[in-house]
C-alpha cells in the first residue's frame, strides 16, 4: 500500500543519520494525528492497569504511579506518516518498572495496550521490556499536551508512533498475538522505522 503522505527522497549526503528511511525532520512541530475524539481525562480518575498472564494483575492511580521511580527518554521519534521529531525528552517511568510489580508469566510473548478511549495496539513483549518502552507524562519539561495523549500515553520510540498509545489505559499480557486498531486495518504487526514497516507485506 503506498503511503499518501511520503515526501520526495532528499539526497543521501543531505540526510540525517537519525532519521530511517523515507522519513523527514519535522524540526520544532510535533504534529498532531488521532484516530479518535480527543478525550478529556481527569488525574483524579485516571487509572493504569496490568493483567493477563501475571501472577496478580495491578492498578496504579495518578498518584501511585507517580511515585514509582522515574525514568526519562531522549531520542527521536517517528511517525508512519514520515515525519520524525528528532532530539526530543519524554519523563515517566519504565514499563520494566511496572511489569515487575505484576510478575509476568514465563509463558508471555505479547502485550496489547489499551487506551481509555478504547484503542488498542499490539506489541511483542520484547519490544515493551528491557529499556524499551515507558508510560509518559511529560514532554521536554511540560506535562503531556492532551492532543498527544496527555495525561499519559506509552512511549515505545523504537516503533513507528501508532504504536505508542496515547491515553493509555493499561496492558494486557498474553502468549499469543493479537492485532490492534490499525493492525486490523492493515498496518504492519510490529512496525520498525528502519525496515519501513509500514503495512502488511511491508
Not at 478504547?118 to 492532543?147: F, Q, S
Amino acid at each position: 500500500m503506498a503511503s499518501p503522505f511520503r515526501r520526495p527522497a532528499s539526497r543521501v549526503a543531505d540526510r540525517d543519520p537519525r532519521l530511517p528511511p523515507g522519513q523527514y525532520d519535522t524540526g520544532t512541530s510535533f504534529p498532531v494525528l488521532t484516530a479518535e475524539v480527543t478525550p478529556r481525562l481527569d488525574t483524579s480518575t485516571w487509572t493504569f492497569r496490568i493483567d493477563g498472564l501475571v501472577a496478580e494483575p495491578k492498578s496504579w492511580t495518578w498518584a501511585e504511579i507517580q511515585q514509582v521511580p522515574g525514568s526519562r527518554y531522549d531520542g527521536d521519534i517517528h511517525c508512519v506518516t514520515t515525519w520524525s521529531k528528532l532530539g526530543t525528552s519524554f519523563r515517566g517511568v519504565s514499563v520494566d518498572d511496572l511489569l515487575a510489580a505484576v510478575s509476568v508469566a514465563p509463558e508471555a510473548t505479547h502485550v496489547v495496550a489499551w487506551s481509555h478511549t478504547g484503542y488498542t495496539t499490539n506489541l511483542p513483549l520484547g519490544d515493551v521490556t528491557g529499556g524499551k518502552a515507558w508510560v509518559v507524562w511529560e514532554h521536554e519539561g511540560r506535562p503531556l499536551p492532551v492532543e498527544h495523549g496527555g495525561p499519559a500515553r506509552l512511549l515505545v520510540p523504537h516503533l513507528y508512533f501508532w504504536k505508542s498509545a496515547k491515553w493509555v489505559a493499561g496492558l494486557r499480557i498474553l502468549d499469543h498475538d493479537e492485532p490492534g486498531f490499525w493492525e486490523t486495518r492493515g498496518y504492519h504487526d510490529r512496525g520498525d522505522p528502519w525496515l519501513e514497516q509500514r503495512y502488511a507485506g511491508d
